[in-house]
């Protein structure tokens, strides 16, 4: 195979990566405390496929990874009694089977013992590492803006939210939850301000994300193109060498 194609199917992956990326940032420009992705991309010399164009390498596109951008989104309200945001950084706690995770989605509801957890059914835990559990005999559930949970006079626990110095060490684990593959130790956010009865919104500019959509698609096709050329000289050169002899 010429190098030109081999250089070209290379960066046609790596087109193709992140048109899958940039289409799942659209479609999630609605969900709750999601937050918007980007694939990074770099080069690697090789050596050529063939030796006839000189010993100078060839660089191939590769995927490197995804990066997020953590910037929080618009808080917008709600009025419901579990709806919580997070103004500044920072990630609520939940415990899932797997171990504790984090997230910005602070759709909470309760479950029939009264638990605060996710839509899911995931535990949301308090500062100290424990659950959170609401009575509904002791009347309407308020929760301040540094996460105190009360019933009436009665204190029922305070949310607790992690801050991570270097967010990179986070990693998606579904359900729009975050989990924590380096060595820090997540801190207790003490500046971060609850929001009772909102919700934060997504980061995502859609018209931004739906013009990259356009410009990768356009991409793609174009390296199509180029290698459907190369491949005709490549074929034309062959015949041309066979009437030659």
Known sequence: MDNALYVGLS??????????????NIANANTTG???????????????????????????????GVIRDFTPGALNQTGGTFDLAIENQGFFKVSTGEGERYTRDGRFTTN??????TQEGAPVLDDGGGQITVDPELGPVSIGRDGIVTQGQVR????????????????????NLYRNVGNETPQSATDAIIHQGMLEGSNVQPIQQITKLIEVSRA??????????????????????????
Request: hydrophobic residues 40%; positive net charge; without cysteine.
């Open 112 to 117: 029939p013992e009264g638990v605060l957890t």
């Open 156 to 175: 029922v626990g305070k949310i607790g939210v992690a801050r991570f110095s270097d967010l990179a060490s986070l990693r998606k684990d579904g359900d």
């Open 220 to 245: 793609y096709e174009s390296i199509a193109k180029m290698m459907d050329q190369t491949a005709e000289l490549s074929r034309s050169a062959v015949e041309r060498m066979g009437k030659v002899q």
């Open 34 to 64: 999601f937050k918007v992705e980007d694939l990074m991309v770099r080069t690697e010399a090789a050596k050529p496929a063939r030796t006839a164009g000189g010993p100078a390498p060839i660089k191939f596109v590769l995927d490197d």
């Open 11 to 24: 960066r046609q992956m790596t087109l193709r990566r992140e048109l899958d990326i940039v289409a799942n």
